[in-house]
């Protein structure tokens, strides 16, 4: 184990150190001046404001996204599209991110010629505010190859008598969902919805970096590429430090009320 405890400590204790030296020490020694910057930033409350929508909006999809194909593509014999759905995961990030740019490319991307295909007019993708959030979703929802593996192996481990028994009783569809699929895999979805936070708010400062670098009008500004901006741009170490304790505690907090959630279902 001390490989691992020394880049523990090396990777995650030391910097978590430091961070907590930069947010709570000023000029004048012991000091909370930063958070106050950083509730009075607009920057601060833009990306953590863009963030939330991105987490509401990309979590439930990759996450009933893997759900509902865990259960469809459950035989063996639909290995090649289990592959197909795990594919988008093992690209890299960057290379993620241009084949997104070149997807919704507003004047030969595929998605806009697909459109207008259809008889629907083009959207302007890289342009539009609300476009531009909603194709970081939808860039995020193809992602969902990890949570997909790991609902079909809780699906696998449920036992088959348990259907039978509920079919010889009259249950439908329907009702074998209701009460069985759902309670038993409610553990699962709860363990990826924390870990689907913390992926999610992680995994936009790539795509924003290299597709729109926070733009148009600061909308697609998440906490990652703002913390990096305030890092190596402004060179605001203080502040940094303030919002990633933000980000870090929030997601703490959210964890331990999922786990709570799990053990008093249990």
Aim: net charge neutral; hydrophobic share 60%.
């Amino acid at each position: 184990m001390l490989p691992w405890l020394i880049g523990t400590c090396l990777l995650v204790v030391i910097p978590l150190l430091v961070t907590l030296g930069l947010a709570f020490w000023g000029d004048e020694g012991l000091s909370l001046a930063a958070f106050g910057r950083m509730i009075q930033s607009d920057l601060v409350r833009i990306g953590l404001t863009n963030s939330l929508i991105f987490v509401v909006l990309a979590v439930p999809v990759r996450l009933f996204g893997a759900f509902f194909l865990a259960l469809l593509l459950r035989p063996k014999r639909l290995a090649m599209a289990r592959s197909a759905v795990f594919l988008p995961t093992i690209i890299p990030p960057p290379a993620w991110a241009l084949i997104g740019l070149w997807l919704f490319n507003p004047l030969f991307g595929p998605i806009n010629l697909v459109l207008q295909g259809l008889g629907f007019p083009g959207v302007n993708w890289l342009v539009d505010e609300t476009a531009t959030q909603l194709m970081f979703v939808i860039l995020a929802g193809f992602q969902l190859g990890e949570g997909f593996i790991v609902l079909l192996i809780g699906r696998a481990l449920i036992p088959e008598h348990l259907f039978d028994a509920a079919r010889l009783d009259g249950a439908g569809v329907v009702g074998r969902f209701r009460h069985i699929t759902w309670p038993l895999m409610l553990p699962w979805l709860a363990l990826l919805t924390g870990r689907d936070l913390l992926v999610s708010l992680q995994g936009t400062f790539t795509p924003s970096f290299v597709i729109t670098y926070g733009g148009p009008y600061f909308s697609t500004t998440f906490l990652p590429l703002l913390i990096y901006e305030l890092a190596f741009d402004f060179r605001d170490s203080a502040l940094v430090a303030a919002v990633l304790l933000l980000v870090f505690s929030t997601l703490i907090g959210i964890s331990l009320l999922l786990w709570q959630g799990v053990l008093a279902r249990e």
